[in-house]
Nanobody, 124 residues
Framework: QVQLVESGGGLVQARGSLRLSCAAS????????MGWFRQTPGKEREFVAG????????YYADSVKGRFTISRDNAKNTQYLQMNSLKPEDTAVYYC?????????????????WGQGTQVTVSS
């Protein structure tokens, strides 16, 4: 099993920045891809960004491209999401996810492990 713990959420003004972290523990050797999703009440969970654990391949949702950057530190088994130029519409609960497979998918059901979520609120 893999455990994921997010941190770094909070309240920020529009055009501000936040960095989310996600620490993985347990059978981390099973992880090949990690990602970030977000969800607001009444809406489906949506893909934000993904990264291959062994390389530099990344993928972003169009809505965050150029503003968010996903990265990982293999030595610390941690991934990050640097969020710049935040907008009120970025307000959501952000979830860390991981999967055993090698491909980055945008579909939540493709991911095997999930964190508990961290709230990000952007005020206008």
């Amino acid at each position: 099993q893999v455990q994921l713990v997010e941190s770094g959420g909070g309240l920020v003004q529009a055009r501000g920045s936040l960095r989310l972290s996600c620490a993985a523990s347990g059978r981390t050797a099973n992880i090949y891809v990690m990602g970030w999703f977000r969800q607001t009440p009444g809406k489906e969970r949506e893909f934000v960004a993904g990264i291959r654990w062994s390389g530099s391949s990344t993928y972003y949702a169009d809505s965050v491209k150029g503003r968010f950057t996903i990265s990982r530190d293999n030595a610390k088994n941690t991934q990050y999401l640097q969020m710049n130029s935040l907008k009120p519409e970025d307000t959501a609960v952000y979830y860390c996810a991981a999967r055993d497979g090698h491909n980055i998918y945008t579909t939540p059901s493709k991911y095997d492990y999930w964190g508990q979520g961290t709230q990000v609120t952007v005020s206008s």
